[in-house]
């Protein structure tokens, strides 16, 4: 597993390459390493498959969880996942703050 830190200590990004580690074992991993209540609320899923393999994103309140994913007969491949924190330290940035935040030039006064 390898682990990239942000400026003041807090973990930025989680990775478990392919090849180390079966389904079970990158879960049980991830489960120890960033436990639910660290991740908050659940919001969201996404599954994207080309062929025998794809991907899962999961979206949690404080971090967004990548798996590979693989067709059930091939289940003990060993996937890779990755854990990006939700953090403004670690470089992230939330569209949503952009959104709430009007446009120069498009802030009108009233009469």
Not at 44 to 70: C, H, K, P, R, W
């Amino acid at each position: 597993m390898t682990v990239r830190f942000g400026s003041r200590g807090q973990a930025c990004q989680i990775e478990i390459p392919p090849g180390v580690a079966n389904t079970d074992e990158v879960h049980r991993i991830l489960e120890k390493a960033v436990p639910l209540v660290a991740r908050g609320k659940k919001w969201n899923q996404f599954l994207a498959f080309m062929g025998l393999a794809g991907f899962s994103n999961t979206y949690y309140e404080n971090v967004i969880f990548t798996e590979d994913v693989f067709a059930s007969w091939s289940r003990e491949k060993n996937p890779g996942a990755t854990v990006v924190f939700k953090d403004k330290d670690c470089g992230w940035k939330d569209t949503q703050d952009e959104l709430d935040r009007p446009a120069r030039g498009n802030v009108t006064q009233g009469k």
